[in-house]
């Protein structure tokens, strides 16, 4: 199980933004000015605060386009950098430092900064970050709603046993770099984000899906509502296994989950970049920011 960060909300809109200050202060000159943490805020506390969490490998620059929408419709908008992403060199190896704890903990206080900037807080992330929104609503009752998007909860398309045991020993063998496409390799896009990942920082990543999961079976999500968007073509994980934790939450607590599939996507993972392969944002954007919008008061 992954180490809970302790729980600290921002008790005024003041206080949130002098850490939403100290957070910024993280981005020093080895970061690449799009991937800066950013905040946009409307002057003042909001009926809703949305948190944008970006994926492995990318960093803030991913929400460059959906987070000026959700802005746009009266939301404050804080998009944290996670740790060790976003460095101007695209090859760096710092990816490899990152371990889940120090996931939960950033993303935790963008959540803890968030509740001041909003009377009420919703989580959206991708991927690994999808992961991150789910361990939030196990455990946060702060969370109106949280929305993982295509969470990668199990690997591919293996069943989430034989994932995790797949994590569970990359732990224990030395640490490799692997391409993300192994024919475009440094022009895979986005052109900012990571080509490669380190199997320890994925798997490190994957410890937070596996603790989801494991508590799922027992425990109730402290959240009011959690949707799990998918992309019924998604390559890069099992959406069985996202489902089957919608399931086991509603048998827990009846309605505290639901399910949106895009079945009108193409082939494609990442959904929410506009400059990677074939997001069609024009389809994904508007529904994401309706499940926000629809978020139980």
């Known amino acids: 199980m992954v180490e809970r960060p302790p729980v600290r ?5 003041d ?17 690449l000015p799009r991937a ?3 905040l946009l805020d409307h002057g003042h506390r909001t009926p809703f605060a949305v948190v944008l969490l970006h994926g492995l490998t990318n960093h803030p620059g991913q929400y460059v386009e959906f987070a000026p929408l959700v802005h746009a419709a009266g939301h404050n908008v804080f998009v944290p950098r996670l740790p060790e992403q976003g460095d101007r060199n695209r090859m760096t190896t710092r990816l490899s430092k990152l371990t889940a704890e120090a996931l939960v903990g950033s993303a935790g206080e963008a959540l803890d900064i968030a509740c001041g ?5 919703v989580m959206l992330g991708i991927s690994t970050s999808g992961a991150l929104c789910a361990y939030f609503a196990q ?3 702060e969370v109106a709603r949280a929305i993982p998007v295509n969470a990668a909860i199990a690997l591919l398309k293996f069943p989430y046993a034989m994932s995790a045991w797949i994590g569970n020993a ?4 030395p640490n490799i770099f692997v391409w993300w496409d192994p024919q475009h390799r440094g022009a895979q896009l986005p052109s900012t984000g990571y080509p490669r990942f380190p199997t320890h920082g994925l798997m490190q990543a994957m410890r937070v899906a596996e603790d989801v999961f494991a508590r799922s079976r027992t425990q109730a999500p402290a959240a009011q509502s959690t949707v799990f968007v998918t992309n019924k073509l998604d390559p890069a994980v099992n959406n069985v296994v996202a489902d089957a934790v919608a399931a ?9 989950a639901q399910t949106f599939e895009f079945t009108d996507l193409p082939v494609n993972h990442d959904i929410i970049d506009p400059e990677n392969a074939c ?4 389809i994904v954007y508007p529904k994401l920011l309706e499940l926000i919008e629809t978020t139980p008061r």
Not at 15 to 31: C, N, P, Y
Not at 279 to 282: F, G, K, L, N, Q
Request: proline fraction near 4%.
């Open 117 to 121: 900037l909003g009377e009420r807080v």
């Open 15 to 31: 206080e949130a933004l002098a850490r939403v200050q100290r957070f910024k202060m993280l981005d020093d000159a080895s970061i």
């Open 139 to 141: 455990y946060r009752s």
């Open 170 to 173: 990359l732990l224990k063998l």
């Open 248 to 256: 086991s939450w509603n048998r827990l607590r009846a309605g505290s």
């Open 36 to 38: 800066y943490t950013y």
């Open 9 to 13: 909300p921002a008790a005024s809109y």
């Open 279 to 282: 997001p069609r944002t024009d």
